[in-house]
């Protein structure tokens, strides 16, 4: 069964208050070296039959229409199993 | 006079919206996400809530409803529309209004009485309001930092697309201290705060929240 | 129980009588065992051991509280029936406010799964007392959130209670109910032991109540809403009844349920609609034992039979086990029993709202509630043995010794300050100790505005809402419990904690008419927690009795402790009143200078358990302050009479810090300051005592002869302590010949506590 997976993540220059409060846990457990952290959302579609160009091309319209939002987040897409 | 509220699945302050409405002498018209039937109406508000859970991003998927294809096509022509808090999202979600809404900068739910500044008069739903004039409305919210690109923020200030403006403390990370704005003609407006929540003295701040609903009485006449 | 090989049928279970069955890890001792083999005259299978196992545990069965519970019925009188429509032992009870409507509400724990999960615990907490209030036929209308957690500066108040108050607001907000008041108490012994109780109210009208009763064979049985999976298998019987080092056998899979608020939503407008097109003859919400909760009470309390598919439940994990299905506790689920004529337009409503429902079963005539699976029959059982005729324990009790030693340690002897300036520095240290403190950073997280009812919310004395628009007609609500006199004395604390919520409603301006409460205790096995439960609840009966208020209904949570240290035993008491039109309610906050203020009751030398001693002292004992039912009677009368008449610009109740601690909250309500000189008693007693019946008015001087007279009609003292003065920057509270108070410091100190505390944490 093939899987396409996108990920979305807040944009490199938006604040993201999720993010930064698991920097701040981090540091408060004493864990050095992490310069910084980024919370995105993993989205896993499972596709029944074949996986084509067509269905990539639809599948990226998806993940730019609803689930991403272009203000403030930025996606990509893979295919994780063909 | 007819306005539109119209009722997603996960709406919350729809029942309020109708309340104000009909406080300001307007007959309030239930529209329910499901129809793209706009049953006549002359403006619509888009209440505060959840639409469909929200639990991808505010709004995200309302802006998908039947009910939400009629309201843009609709607003693309002139007709007045009002988001309010979700109402808002769904709207920048719909590419009505220009950037978007994020979690507050405290992670935290916020409700509390907010002090605002109108700062445009001209739109359909703030003409009853004195420009730079104060007032008190209910915020509550989880995700209303009003957040755009650095164009976006500058466009929206040099077109005076500003509608209201936080006072005192940012209660959200909005860029710009932004709780409400409008579209280049100014019948489409956002608005985190909760006008609805302050139209009478008795269940809220005040009554700062009427003119909203009263501007529109008139932007509708004037039409 | 998870790897299987061969289903245990009712068939299989008769013919193989002598298989050992985990009973003990199920939690039922071995004569319950032996009493569910007499009750069936065989083993039972493994299927109807996890339901009785489930159903007949502390948490669904009240078996050692039961016997102490009957004692709120047996109190009730002529009057105090007079407004009950449904009482004790339904979902929630009902009450009349006139009009032809009706007002139905209930307090319900959520402890043990909100430490172990804080968010999930206290927002699967919510949702579970809201579906309670819809199952009675009731629009919810009102949240209140009772909450005890550790002392703040520990470590794990930090992880508990932002994580509740998140969970609380979570939900409750996405519901579009509005939180009107709670209580939030910090004490060492609640942690690791937090305490969440939310309250829930509804309205209908009189003929709108429906039950939880299945009749009618033929009736068919649709489940609604979430489709099952494996949430809390086993979480009634662990989680919420036993200790928590027990949680950890692996046998019973504990695991926290996990809530979906939006689809919360969507089962109370899909229920009201399906209510309002008269298309339910029976409903039970699915809370604590899931599906054996709901098919075995609906079979009992309609004296009837019931047959259900279980393989036709909607699975979202389709590897659970028949057990699994009946045991788990996954959220916003529903049953209602419908005429069969009615399944279609029931669906259809259902499709409407987006909420799967599917016909599982029907009503029978046969007595007998059985479940088939896969064509075998799993479970045949009187319904009745598993939903109300469990185990009743009469646990032994005693009154513990060291009880003597910590009632004679009296806090009145307590060294006392002697200056102004000591006294001043008193007032700042009580308003900015952590349980007087300005409760905001809490409050702010929940909608207080959702639905445009909201008359009065906190840090008002009760949440007041608005249940008719035409004639202004609401209710007022308040939970109360000063824990530390329950400790120091239960039988007078719990009238304490009652008296204090109906004062709370009365000095709003409301005629209280209804109680629920949350009886929150530690080990029923321990005989001093046992005598503390038993006090406590004769009383709150005899309290309830004198105040000619019903108890309608609520909840016991046991087990609360650690290792054998219970919690202070804290029966959470939350008081309904009426008012006839909510535009003439009080608020707590002076409104402007230049009114009279006076303290009304009397003001004795009862420091024992009080805040003074705890914050100062760090000091409990000796006895809490004379409970005087007759003269909070008399209190009520004069405020709901004040009221009627609009008489007062404000009235606050005097409890935890006294007078003190009063005159603060009077003050920084809006900013009004006041000068006052104290009555002629020591002013550490005048300002700190916690003596009850008890309120601080302010009024026009204007209106100064008519309160005197209602006060003296109704017997009530009344002292006249000054006037209220100025406002904004200079305002202070001035008492004179001892200290001044700029409004300013004390707002500072009062509103930074929970702030500094808690964010970034």
């Known amino acids: ?82 | 006079m007819r306005v539109g509220v119209v009722t997603f699945p996960g709406s919350l302050d729809d029942v309020d919206a109708r309340r104000a409405v009909r406080l300001a002498g307007a007959d309030a018209v239930p529209l329910w996400h499901g129809t793209d039937e706009l049953a006549g109406v002359d403006a619509v508000v888009l209440p505060g809530g959840f639409s469909y859970g929200d639990y991808l991003r505010c709004g995200a998927i309302a802006r998908f409803s039947p009910v939400m294809g009629a309201v843009t096509s609709a607003a693309r022509r002139g007709m007045p529309v009002l988001g309010i808090c979700n109402g808002f999202q769904i709207l920048c979600e719909s590419n009505l209004l220009p950037g978007a809404l994020v979690r507050n900068d405290s992670r935290r739910f916020v409700c509390r009485d907010q002090g605002l500044r109108i700062e445009n008069t001209a739109t359909a739903w703030t003409s009853a309001y004195t420009l730079r004039e104060e007032v008190t409305l209910v915020l509550k919210n989880g995700e209303g930092g009003y957040v755009a690109n650095a164009a976006t923020l500058q466009r929206l200030e040099d077109e005076g697309r500003v509608v209201a403006r936080y006072l005192g403390d940012n209660p959200n990370g909005s860029m710009r201290e932004i709780a409400g704005i409008c579209n280049e003609r100014g019948n489409v407006v956002g608005l985190m705060p909760h006008p609805e929540h302050a139209v009478n003295d008795l269940c809220g701040p005040g009554t700062d929240g009427s003119r909203f609903f009263t501007s529109v009485l008139s932007a509708v006449v004037a039409a | 129980m998870t790897t299987r090989l061969v289903l245990d049928t009712v068939a299989l279970a008769g013919e193989t009588p002598d298989v050992q069955q985990p009973w003990a890890d199920l939690g039922l001792k071995d004569d319950e065992y032996s009493q569910i083999r007499a009750i069936l005259g065989r083993r039972p299978s493994s299927s109807e051991l996890a339901m009785y196992s489930v159903m007949w545990s502390e948490h669904c069965s009240y078996k050692s509280s039961k016997v102490h519970l009957r004692r709120f019925g047996e109190s009730l009188t002529d009057a105090m029936r007079q407004r009950l429509l449904v009482g004790i032992g339904e979902n929630a009870g009902v009450v009349d406010v006139g009009d032809g409507l009706a007002v139905t509400f209930k307090i319900e724990s959520h402890n043990h799964p909100s430490y172990v999960e804080p968010y999930q615990g206290a927002a699967t907490g919510v949702g579970g007392i809201v579906r309670d209030i819809l199952a009675m036929g009731a629009r919810p209308v009102a949240l209140l959130d009772s909450l005890r957690v550790g002392p703040l500066d520990a470590v794990d108040t930090r992880r508990v209670l932002p994580g509740v108050v998140a969970g609380v607001g979570g939900y409750g907000n996405c519901l579009g109910l509005p939180n009107v008041g709670g209580e939030v108490v910090f004490d060492p012994s609640y942690a690791g032991n937090p305490l969440v109780n939310a309250l829930c109210v509804g309205v209908l009208r009189h003929d709108e109540v429906h039950l939880a009763k299945a009749s009618g064979a033929g009736n068919r049985v649709l489940l609604y809403g979430a489709a099952t999976g494996g949430d809390g298998i086993g979480g009634v019987s662990v989680l919420a009844s036993e200790t928590f080092e027990a949680a950890h056998r692996p046998a019973k899979r504990p695991s926290v349920q996990v809530g979906d608020p939006f689809m919360e939503k969507l089962l109370i407008e899909c229920t009201l609609e399906l209510f309002n097109g008269q298309l339910i003859t029976g409903i039970q919400d699915l809370g604590g034992a899931g599906l054996s909760c709901a098919t075995s009470e609906l079979a009992s309390s309609g004296g009837s039979g019931m047959r259900i598919q279980l393989d036709l439940v909607p699975l979202r994990d389709t590897s659970l086990t028949p057990e699994e299905i009946l045991m788990s506790e996954s959220q916003e689920r529903m049953m209602a029993i419908v005429e069969p004529q009615q399944v279609q337009p029931f669906l259809a409503v259902c499709d409407r709202w987006g909420v799967e429902a599917t016909d599982i079963g029907e009503v029978t005539d046969s007595g007998r509630l059985v479940i088939d699976w896969q064509g075998q029959r799993i479970v045949d059982v009187p319904p009745g043995s598993v939903a109300h005729d469990g185990p009743v324990y009469e646990r032994p009790l005693c009154r513990p010794a060291a009880h003597d030693a910590l009632a004679s340690d009296s806090a009145e002897r307590l060294s006392r300050p002697g200056g102004g300036a000591e006294l001043r520095a008193t007032v700042l240290a009580l308003a900015a100790s952590p349980n007087l403190c300005d409760r905001s950073w809490v409050t702010d997280q929940y909608d207080r505005y959702v639905q445009g009812n909201t008359v009065l919310a906190q840090p008002e004395d009760a949440g007041v809402i608005r249940i008719d628009e035409g004639s202004g007609r609401g209710v007022a609500v308040s939970t109360d419990c000063n824990a530390r006199f329950v400790q120091l004395d239960p039988y007078a604390g719990a009238q304490l904690a009652l008296a204090e919520a109906y004062r709370n409603v009365a000095v709003s301006g409301a005629r209280p008419i209804a109680v629920t409460d949350c009886l929150n205790f530690g080990s029923p096995e321990d005989p001093g927690v046992m005598w503390q439960f038993a006090e406590a609840v004769r009383g709150l009966a005899d309290g309830c009795r004198e105040l000619e208020i019903p108890v309608t209904g609520g909840n016991v949570s046991f087990y609360n402790q650690t290792g054998d240290t219970a919690i202070l035993p804290t029966p959470v008491v939350g008081v309904l009143g009426v008012i006839d039109d909510v535009r003439r309610r009080t608020p707590i906050g002076f409104t402007g200078p230049g009114c009279a203020v006076y303290l009304l009751g009397e003001t004795r030398d009862e420091l024992s358990g009080s805040e003074w001693a705890v914050v100062v002292h760090d000091h409990l004992g000796g006895h809490p302050p004379a409970v005087d039912l007759a003269a909070e009677r008399a209190l009520a009368d004069v405020m709901v009479a004040a009221a009627a008449e609009r008489l007062l610009s404000s009235a606050h109740d005097l409890s935890e810090g006294g007078l003190a601690q009063a005159l603060v909250e009077s003050c920084l309500r809006r900013g009004v300051g006041v000068g006052i000189a104290l009555p002629g008693l020591d002013p550490l007693v005048a300002l700190f005592s916690e003596s009850t019946s008890r309120a601080l008015v302010s009024l026009p001087t204007t209106q100064e002869v008519r309160l005197a007279e209602l006060c003296s009609e109704h017997g009530v003292p009344s002292t006249r302590l000054g006037e209220t003065v100025g406002i904004g920057g200079a305002a202070e509270i001035d008492v004179a010949a001892l200290f001044n108070l700029p409004l300013d410091e004390l707002r500072a100190a009062w509103s930074t506590t929970l702030p500094s505390a808690l964010d970034n944490a």
């Open chain 1, 1 to 82: 069964m093939p899987r396409v997976v996108v990920d979305v993540m807040p944009k490199a220059d938006l604040l993201d208050p999720q993010g930064k409060a698991v920097y701040g846990a981090l540091s408060r457990l004493g864990l050095g070296g992490v310069r910084g952290v980024r919370q995105g959302k993993r989205f896993e579609l499972d596709l029944e039959g074949q996986l084509s160009e067509d269905r990539l091309v639809d599948l990226h319209r998806v993940a730019e229409t609803l689930l991403s939002n272009p203000v403030i987040e930025d996606f990509v897409v893979r295919v994780e199993q063909p």
